[in-house]
């Protein structure tokens, strides 16, 4: 609330300012426009002037978020295929900054030079052809190189596994409000699934006949995965839409009723080594929803634990068999 | 009918005049009025969920005036946040962005700007206005109704919005959203129908396409998006109503909800995804182009100078409009779409930079060796220029399959559409209405309040929405009722004040634009019939309404719309004035 | 685009010229939804729950005759046109009977397929049946325009109020009644291959 009064208090500040710019008689801020369309030409230019003002403060503003809040996005990617999303990521976001400070530079100089002056003589410039296939090839080019980027990556990215690949299968199941992780187990394979099967003791709705399903490992809370091995992710839902969203691997996929959809990752640091590189002892990596899926939506989370391979089997065999 | 009108004879009751007219310019302001009173509650409804946001489980006042049993205890409940969620969005893009920007400016501004008496059809116009009236009717009802209002976000994906049982507001609520819908649809589409039969059939003499102003040309793209699109979204709704109402299985398969198994099988949530967004793409041109075409004509004419590059504007128009009808994929990176389909939809998506970079740049390069007159009109057409880069730029960045698979749906997302959409047509809307105030109600605006409100507006509103992308880029979702749950936010605390401080200040900055506008209604100056010195054809019309717009003949047009500072001539000339002697038409 | 006309004898109610564009325009948004439709009907059909079902000979007569509604109706169109009178009122309500026929065996075809236990709604329904229902039913409704627009234009025939100089009120409804005949007939073709493959 003290933010909210401080800011409040600028605001009364702001207005004060203006109401002197305009020579500190109220009856001034309620003036009628005057009849030429030039209003006035010192007016035009503290209007310059405040753009000028808005850009260094917007440029400011931008720093002081980047200084304070630019250590808080998502660390160093924990998968490997994150590491090429990162450095797209940081490849556009370069291009789109420069862009993004050359515009606003060129809009702000602009207002301010060109604030109207009776003795000024505006250019009659209606086109030219060079200009403008300019600047329909020179952002054409630059999206050849993001498009080619983005698609490689897209590829190789949304790749399933092959079924000869070692890795580890996991299923991840919502429904409102929760998720649920189920293992292949040690034939590799999920047993088959079906809502009319669903009861209480049953939430996944599991084909009890079906043998591939008996070794099964269905676990909640928080669910492990070995680092620098293949995890292939099968999504399921129960009820409504979900989505699977893991911003530390980079990766998300929408769960769907009536559909499986898929995604995989290797995982590329352990739980402990993020903690080391993002220096706070109590980093977890989370599985989040993202898609809007009734009251508790918000409220919808499962802890991942990345350790190595031999913690992992140690963590796996804990766990009991569906049958 | 055979009734004769004249200038003096013609009388009119009240009911006909100001209820139901079919006075284009009288429909203009029916829209503007409705569609803004429905922005002003669409706003309200932001700041309230700000301050959950900004300060979750806190208690406030305001709540328990506002919201009622929305809030017991002053605080909102999760569900009933995801219904002031929806009904935002819902609210903000269609009845304020749709209905009360494009209702507003393309009745007002179509047959002023073209050279016409009405529109084409006056008695669909009318119609058009009353359905989105019923409309907007139909949605504030869904606000009082048991379970309360549509909560499963604007998009209203199915199977939560088809389910009763998924969420509270999936009841009556949901069903009174989808009539609202229908009817808002059949309105706009007949209200489109009648501007592109009216661009294209009534044109007064000399009026090419290419002297149209360019204002007319981006109204003309959205009609012809809205007549293509809309229907199809009207498909989308009407099987969601068959899937709620009698039974279908459309959207659902393999569904178990409130302790049973659904007897529905063969649907896709998916298709819906897709039915939604091929509407949904291009409801964000219909959203934006009008505000673009707005600011063509007002950075020329505070500029004293032509637009640069008028064709290349013409063709960014049709060809933002064109691929708009292509790239709605990008919606659905994650949904585990085909990858190589994502991938075309890559390419489409990230072509439409090409002509928004014409545009932004074209208005630059207008700007430069102007004589600009910073009207309040003016002031928010720069700001919009500054948006649209600002917002488009990051579109790169989520038009990227890869890249959206970890910025998909979150607050990135949310800081991206305000800005390129949001705050670009709500500039481009407060630009219109400064400017064409004079034609409209036949006073001027004030100018310093106006000039308040923009920095107010300005400021506060990348103050709200420029920090959302650092959220993004943390991974926080939206729609979340709080961040609390997850300790990896817990840095954003502050933020999160901050935004909701200046959304708290954004909408006290518009009480004054609402202020200035109903001071200037009353009290305002008189307006002279030329007031900015344009050249477009509405600036001929007298300043005191009639219908038929002219009193005499419709002036015929002999030149483009920007011939500011032409050299060797006066320092505008009107498009209705004939070339001097010897005088070459600007080429362009 | 020379609409000089001075506002003293401008007709505020409608604007003639104006009509056909507006139709037209609004045959391209018709399309564009069962547009949305069909597009439906071929991502569901990819579905493994999709179920296949013969349709009942009885679309075929309606198609017949809905074929037969638009060459009357033509035919009665060019009558007016050479400014032949009588023919046309007979031609019209042919026409209008015609349309009811369609719609009647559209009804008897529904009912066949409800009697072989192909549902819209409920439990037993699939989506390939509700889609069948929902497009033939949306297709009448928009017969409904159509049929109302002939009563209009029988009536007024009737009256006498058409001649050689007068009859863009017909070709509105002609064009219009054309569209809905290509229209069934596309949605049949549509589905009939959907419900077979």
Redesign the interface.
């Given at each position: 609330?003290l933010?909210?009064s401080a800011?409040?208090f600028i605001?009364i500040l702001?207005?004060i300012t203006?109401f002197y710019l305009?020579g500190g008689d109220f009856k001034?801020?309620?003036?009628?426009?005057p009849d030429d369309?030039?209003?006035d030409e010192q007016?035009?230019r503290t209007?310059?002037w405040?753009?000028i003002a808005?850009g260094i403060?917007?440029l400011l503003?931008?720093l002081f978020?980047i200084f304070?809040?630019?250590g808080?996005?998502?660390p160093e990617s924990g998968s490997v295929h994150?590491a090429?999303?990162d450095s797209?990521?940081l490849i556009?976001?370069v291009?789109?900054s420069i862009?993004?400070v050359i515009?606003?530079v060129?809009?702000f100089f602009?207002?301010f030079k060109?604030?109207?002056?009776k003795n000024?003589?505006?250019?009659?410039?209606?086109?030219?052809l060079k200009?403008?296939l300019l600047?329909?090839a020179?952002?054409?080019m630059v999206?050849v190189l993001?498009?080619s980027i983005?698609?490689y990556?897209?590829?190789s990215?949304?790749?399933p596994l092959d079924d000869k690949d070692d890795k580890v299968l996991i299923e991840i199941y919502a429904?409102?409000f929760d998720w649920t992780a189920r293992y292949a187990g040690n034939d590799g394979k999920l047993g088959r699934a079906?809502?009319?099967l669903?009861n209480n003791a049953n939430f996944l709705?599991i084909d009890t006949t079906d043998v591939v399903s008996f070794d099964d490992k269905i676990v909640k809370n928080e669910f492990h995965i070995p680092v620098n091995k293949p995890v292939q992710f099968v999504?399921r839902a129960?009820?409504?839409?979900h989505?699977a969203?893991m911003?530390?691997f980079?990766?998300?996929?929408?769960c769907?009723?009536?559909?499986k959809?898929?995604f995989n990752f290797t995982p590329k640091y352990t739980t402990q080594e993020m903690r080391r590189i993002t220096k706070n002892p109590?980093?977890?990596y989370?599985l989040?929803?993202?898609?809007?899926?009734?009251?508790?939506?918000?409220?919808m989370?499962m802890k991942i634990v990345v350790e190595s391979e031999e913690d992992y089997n140690k963590w796996l065999a804990i766990n009991p068999t569906f049958r | 009918m055979d009734i004769i009108h004249s200038e003096h004879t013609h009388q009119e009751s009240f009911i006909s005049k100001y209820i139901f007219s079919r006075d284009h310019k009288m429909i203009a302001k029916q829209f503007m009025i409705t569609g803004f009173t429905m922005g002003f509650i669409g706003i309200i409804m932001s700041v309230l969920f700000r301050l959950q946001l900004g300060w979750p489980g806190e208690r406030f006042w305001i709540n328990d005036l506002l919201l009622g049993s929305w809030a017991n205890g002053g605080v909102i409940a999760p569900d009933k946040y995801l219904a002031l969620v929806t009904m935002h969005g819902t609210i903000m893009v269609f009845f304020m962005l749709t209905a009360g920007l494009s209702g507003t400016f393309s009745n007002l501004l179509i047959p002023l700007q073209i050279g016409a008496r009405d529109m084409a059809s006056g008695f669909i116009n009318m119609l058009s206005y009353w359905i989105f009236f019923i409309s907007c009717i139909v949605m504030l009802v869904s606000l009082g109704v048991e379970g309360g209002a549509a909560s499963a976000g604007w998009t209203i994906y199915p199977p939560l919005s088809a389910l009763p049982e998924a969420i509270p507001g999936s009841g009556l609520g949901m069903t009174l959203w989808l009539v609202a819908m229908a009817l808002f649809i059949t309105s706009s589409l007949i209200g489109s129908l009648n501007y592109i039969v009216t661009i294209i059939n009534l044109r007064t003499k000399g009026m090419t396409f290419t002297r149209l102003p360019l204002t007319i040309w981006s109204f003309l793209v959205t009609a012809i998006l809205g007549v293509l699109s809309f229907p199809v979204l009207l498909s989308a709704v009407l099987l969601l109503v068959f899937d709620r109402s009698f039974g279908t299985s459309f959207y659902l398969s393999d569904i178990y909800i409130g302790g049973q198994a659904l007897e529905r099988f063969g649907g896709s949530p998916i298709l819906f995804e897709h039915l939604f967004w091929f509407l949904g793409h291009p409801e964000v041109y219909i959203v934006l182009l009008p505000s673009l075409g707005i600011t063509s004509e007002i950075v020329s004419t505070m500029s004293r100078k032509p637009i640069f590059g008028y064709k290349f504007m013409i063709g960014s128009i049709l060809a933002i409009g064109g691929l708009s009808f292509i790239v709605w994929g990008h919606h659905m990176f994650v949904t585990g779409m085909n990858p190589f389909l994502g991938a075309v939809f890559t390419i489409t998506t990230l072509l439409i930079a090409i002509p928004s970079a014409i545009k932004v740049f074209n208005y630059l390069t207008t700007l430069w060796r102007g004589n600009i007159i910073f009207s309040p009109a003016m002031l928010f057409s720069i700001g919009l220029i500054s948006t649209f880069i600002t917002g488009g730029l990051t579109g790169l960045i989520l038009g990227d399959a890869t890249l959206d698979i970890n910025v998909h749906d979150t607050y990135f997302v949310v800081g991206h559409f305000h800005i390129v959409m949001g705050l670009s047509a709500v500039f481009g809307t407060f630009a219109g209405v400064y400017h064409w105030f004079p034609k409209m109600f036949g006073k001027m605006m004030n100018n310093t309040w106006g000039q308040i409100h923009f920095w107010i507006t300005i400021v506060t509103a990348y103050g709200v929405f420029f920090p959302m992308h650092f959220l993004g880029l943390a991974g926080v979702p939206r729609r979340y009722y709080t961040n609390s749950t997850f300790p990896m936010f817990d840095d954003f605390v502050n933020l999160n004040e901050i935004i909701s401080i200046f959304a708290i200040i954004a909408f006290l900055g518009q009480l004054i634009f609402l202020f200035n506008f109903l001071y200037s209604i009353f009290k305002g100056k008189k307006a002279t019939q030329n007031p900015w010195n344009s050249n477009t054809l509405e600036w001929t019309t007298p300043v005191k309404h009639i219908h038929g717009n002219w009193p005499g003949e419709i002036p015929e047009v002999h030149r483009w719309p920007y011939d500011y500072n032409k050299p060797g001539y006066e320092e505008f000339i009107p498009q209705n004035i004939p070339l001097k002697e010897g005088e070459i038409e600007s080429s362009h | 685009m020379e609409n000089n006309l001075s506002i003293s004898n401008y007709d505020f109610s409608e604007n003639k010229k104006a009509q056909e564009p507006l139709l037209w325009i609004g045959l391209v948004s018709i399309i564009m939804f069962f547009a949305g439709l069909t597009s439906a009907v071929i991502v569901s059909s990819t579905s493994a729950a999709w179920k296949i079902f013969a349709l009942p000979n009885t679309f075929w007569y309606s198609s017949a005759v809905i074929i037969l509604s638009s060459i009357t109706y033509q035919i009665g169109f060019s009558f007016i046109k050479k400014n032949n009178l009588k023919l046309p009122k007979i031609l019209f309500i042919s026409t209008l009977i015609l349309g009811f026929a369609f719609i009647y065996f559209q009804y008897i075809g529904l009912t066949n397929l409800y009697q072989q236990g192909i549902y819209a709604t409920g439990n037993q329904s699939t989506t390939s049946s509700s889609y069948f229902y929902a497009l033939t039913v949306l297709h009448i409704l928009h017969l409904f325009f159509g049929i109302i627009s002939l009563g209009v234009v029988s009536t007024k025939s009737i009256m006498n109020k058409y001649n050689s100089n007068n009859y863009s009120g017909v070709k509105l409804s002609l064009t219009y009644w054309h569209f809905l005949g290509i229209l069934w007939l596309y949605l049949f073709l549509f589905l009939s291959i959907m419900m077979s493959k």
């Amino acid at each position: 609330m003290l933010l909210l009064s401080a800011f409040l208090f600028i605001l009364i500040l702001f207005l004060i300012t203006f109401f002197y710019l305009k020579g500190g008689d109220f009856k001034e801020m309620f003036k009628e426009n005057p009849d030429d369309l030039k209003f006035d030409e010192q007016e035009n230019r503290t209007q310059g002037w405040l753009f000028i003002a808005f850009g260094i403060g917007f440029l400011l503003f931008i720093l002081f978020l980047i200084f304070k809040w630019g250590g808080s996005i998502l660390p160093e990617s924990g998968s490997v295929h994150g590491a090429d999303v990162d450095s797209l990521m940081l490849i556009t976001g370069v291009i789109i900054s420069i862009v993004f400070v050359i515009t606003h530079v060129l809009l702000f100089f602009f207002v301010f030079k060109y604030a109207f002056n009776k003795n000024r003589k505006p250019a009659f410039f209606t086109h030219n052809l060079k200009l403008e296939l300019l600047w329909t090839a020179l952002p054409a080019m630059v999206l050849v190189l993001l498009i080619s980027i983005g698609l490689y990556n897209w590829n190789s990215i949304m790749k399933p596994l092959d079924d000869k690949d070692d890795k580890v299968l996991i299923e991840i199941y919502a429904k409102q409000f929760d998720w649920t992780a189920r293992y292949a187990g040690n034939d590799g394979k999920l047993g088959r699934a079906n809502i009319v099967l669903i009861n209480n003791a049953n939430f996944l709705g599991i084909d009890t006949t079906d043998v591939v399903s008996f070794d099964d490992k269905i676990v909640k809370n928080e669910f492990h995965i070995p680092v620098n091995k293949p995890v292939q992710f099968v999504f399921r839902a129960q009820d409504v839409m979900h989505s699977a969203y893991m911003p530390h691997f980079r990766a998300q996929m929408n769960c769907v009723p009536g559909l499986k959809t898929q995604f995989n990752f290797t995982p590329k640091y352990t739980t402990q080594e993020m903690r080391r590189i993002t220096k706070n002892p109590d980093f977890d990596y989370m599985l989040l929803c993202n898609k809007i899926c009734g009251m508790a939506h918000f409220a919808m989370k499962m802890k991942i634990v990345v350790e190595s391979e031999e913690d992992y089997n140690k963590w796996l065999a804990i766990n009991p068999t569906f049958r | 009918m055979d009734i004769i009108h004249s200038e003096h004879t013609h009388q009119e009751s009240f009911i006909s005049k100001y209820i139901f007219s079919r006075d284009h310019k009288m429909i203009a302001k029916q829209f503007m009025i409705t569609g803004f009173t429905m922005g002003f509650i669409g706003i309200i409804m932001s700041v309230l969920f700000r301050l959950q946001l900004g300060w979750p489980g806190e208690r406030f006042w305001i709540n328990d005036l506002l919201l009622g049993s929305w809030a017991n205890g002053g605080v909102i409940a999760p569900d009933k946040y995801l219904a002031l969620v929806t009904m935002h969005g819902t609210i903000m893009v269609f009845f304020m962005l749709t209905a009360g920007l494009s209702g507003t400016f393309s009745n007002l501004l179509i047959p002023l700007q073209i050279g016409a008496r009405d529109m084409a059809s006056g008695f669909i116009n009318m119609l058009s206005y009353w359905i989105f009236f019923i409309s907007c009717i139909v949605m504030l009802v869904s606000l009082g109704v048991e379970g309360g209002a549509a909560s499963a976000g604007w998009t209203i994906y199915p199977p939560l919005s088809a389910l009763p049982e998924a969420i509270p507001g999936s009841g009556l609520g949901m069903t009174l959203w989808l009539v609202a819908m229908a009817l808002f649809i059949t309105s706009s589409l007949i209200g489109s129908l009648n501007y592109i039969v009216t661009i294209i059939n009534l044109r007064t003499k000399g009026m090419t396409f290419t002297r149209l102003p360019l204002t007319i040309w981006s109204f003309l793209v959205t009609a012809i998006l809205g007549v293509l699109s809309f229907p199809v979204l009207l498909s989308a709704v009407l099987l969601l109503v068959f899937d709620r109402s009698f039974g279908t299985s459309f959207y659902l398969s393999d569904i178990y909800i409130g302790g049973q198994a659904l007897e529905r099988f063969g649907g896709s949530p998916i298709l819906f995804e897709h039915l939604f967004w091929f509407l949904g793409h291009p409801e964000v041109y219909i959203v934006l182009l009008p505000s673009l075409g707005i600011t063509s004509e007002i950075v020329s004419t505070m500029s004293r100078k032509p637009i640069f590059g008028y064709k290349f504007m013409i063709g960014s128009i049709l060809a933002i409009g064109g691929l708009s009808f292509i790239v709605w994929g990008h919606h659905m990176f994650v949904t585990g779409m085909n990858p190589f389909l994502g991938a075309v939809f890559t390419i489409t998506t990230l072509l439409i930079a090409i002509p928004s970079a014409i545009k932004v740049f074209n208005y630059l390069t207008t700007l430069w060796r102007g004589n600009i007159i910073f009207s309040p009109a003016m002031l928010f057409s720069i700001g919009l220029i500054s948006t649209f880069i600002t917002g488009g730029l990051t579109g790169l960045i989520l038009g990227d399959a890869t890249l959206d698979i970890n910025v998909h749906d979150t607050y990135f997302v949310v800081g991206h559409f305000h800005i390129v959409m949001g705050l670009s047509a709500v500039f481009g809307t407060f630009a219109g209405v400064y400017h064409w105030f004079p034609k409209m109600f036949g006073k001027m605006m004030n100018n310093t309040w106006g000039q308040i409100h923009f920095w107010i507006t300005i400021v506060t509103a990348y103050g709200v929405f420029f920090p959302m992308h650092f959220l993004g880029l943390a991974g926080v979702p939206r729609r979340y009722y709080t961040n609390s749950t997850f300790p990896m936010f817990d840095d954003f605390v502050n933020l999160n004040e901050i935004i909701s401080i200046f959304a708290i200040i954004a909408f006290l900055g518009q009480l004054i634009f609402l202020f200035n506008f109903l001071y200037s209604i009353f009290k305002g100056k008189k307006a002279t019939q030329n007031p900015w010195n344009s050249n477009t054809l509405e600036w001929t019309t007298p300043v005191k309404h009639i219908h038929g717009n002219w009193p005499g003949e419709i002036p015929e047009v002999h030149r483009w719309p920007y011939d500011y500072n032409k050299p060797g001539y006066e320092e505008f000339i009107p498009q209705n004035i004939p070339l001097k002697e010897g005088e070459i038409e600007s080429s362009h | 685009m020379e609409n000089n006309l001075s506002i003293s004898n401008y007709d505020f109610s409608e604007n003639k010229k104006a009509q056909e564009p507006l139709l037209w325009i609004g045959l391209v948004s018709i399309i564009m939804f069962f547009a949305g439709l069909t597009s439906a009907v071929i991502v569901s059909s990819t579905s493994a729950a999709w179920k296949i079902f013969a349709l009942p000979n009885t679309f075929w007569y309606s198609s017949a005759v809905i074929i037969l509604s638009s060459i009357t109706y033509q035919i009665g169109f060019s009558f007016i046109k050479k400014n032949n009178l009588k023919l046309p009122k007979i031609l019209f309500i042919s026409t209008l009977i015609l349309g009811f026929a369609f719609i009647y065996f559209q009804y008897i075809g529904l009912t066949n397929l409800y009697q072989q236990g192909i549902y819209a709604t409920g439990n037993q329904s699939t989506t390939s049946s509700s889609y069948f229902y929902a497009l033939t039913v949306l297709h009448i409704l928009h017969l409904f325009f159509g049929i109302i627009s002939l009563g209009v234009v029988s009536t007024k025939s009737i009256m006498n109020k058409y001649n050689s100089n007068n009859y863009s009120g017909v070709k509105l409804s002609l064009t219009y009644w054309h569209f809905l005949g290509i229209l069934w007939l596309y949605l049949f073709l549509f589905l009939s291959i959907m419900m077979s493959k």
